[in-house]
């Protein structure tokens, strides 16, 4: 069963544009949700990480949402760079575990 | 800087031969990972580690061993690779009840 499951598969949208990442998770033990930045050749490395008793965490141009009651958590990058083109992944642990989504390939046009 | 070293970077092995993929942390982290990486299936935990000499089944260990001779050090052991191992792999580290893993850089396998 997947923990944590991600949508879209993929995303494009132009610079200057809000990219929105979305992620929804099964347990209800899950406390802790990173995310994850991926460029090609390079291990996962993480970009913002929010705790469930937050409904909101923003780092310059990226916030996470977070909706406890419906499992729901989002990212959204405002201002998307080319720069910003990578995979995207959304993870969750309750203890120590951690539980990765399949991804979003986010590509920004210039 | 928390440093996760894998080696070697990409490898071609033979059907039906033996595969070692290592991996060196010097963050002082308690808990090793071993992660593959297939397009559509994102980050899949093979086996993990949170003491020396002990090591725990992850969620798709079938195929592969694990061995943690030392903190620093948490080896993927292919007994018998297969076609269907060609993948990427992982390894990263955590501290404790930690909030951030940290990768490597990954290990390219090949299985011809």
């Known amino acids: 069963q997947q923990q944590v499951r991600q949508s879209p598969q993929s995303l494009t949208v132009w610079e200057g544009e809000t990219a929105i990442l979305n992620c929804s998770y099964e347990?209800?033990?899950?406390?802790?949700f990173p995310w994850y930045q991926q460029f090609p050749g390079e291990g996962p490395a993480l970009l913002i990480a929010i705790r469930s008793v937050s409904d909101k965490k923003e780092d310059g141009r990226f916030t996470i949402f977070f909706n406890k009651r419906e499992k729901k958590l989002s990212l959204h990058i405002t201002d998307s760079q080319p720069g910003d083109s990578a995979t995207y992944f959304c993870?969750?642990?309750?203890?120590?575990?951690?539980?990765f989504g399949k991804g979003t390939s986010l590509t920004v046009i210039p | 800087e928390a440093a996760v070293t894998q080696s070697p970077r990409s490898k071609v092995a033979v059907t039906g031969g033996k595969v070692t993929l290592s991996c060196h942390q010097t963050?002082?982290?308690?808990?090793m990972y071993w992660y593959r990486q297939d397009t559509g299936h994102g980050l899949r935990l093979i086996h993990y580690s949170y003491v020396a000499d002990s090591t725990e089944k992850g969620d798709i260990p079938d195929g592969y061993k694990a061995s943690r001779p030392s903190q620093e050090n948490f080896s993927l052991i292919l007994e018998l690779a297969s076609l269907s191992q060609t993948a990427v792999y992982f390894c990263?580290?955590?501290?404790?009840?930690?909030?951030?893993?940290?990768f490597g850089k990954g290990t390219r396998l090949t299985v011809v």
């Open positions: 993870a969750a642990t309750g203890y120590q575990n951690f539980y």
């Open positions: 990263a580290s955590s501290d404790q009840g930690g909030t951030e893993v940290f």
């Open positions: 347990n209800s033990a899950f406390d802790y």
């Open positions: 963050n002082n982290h308690d808990y």
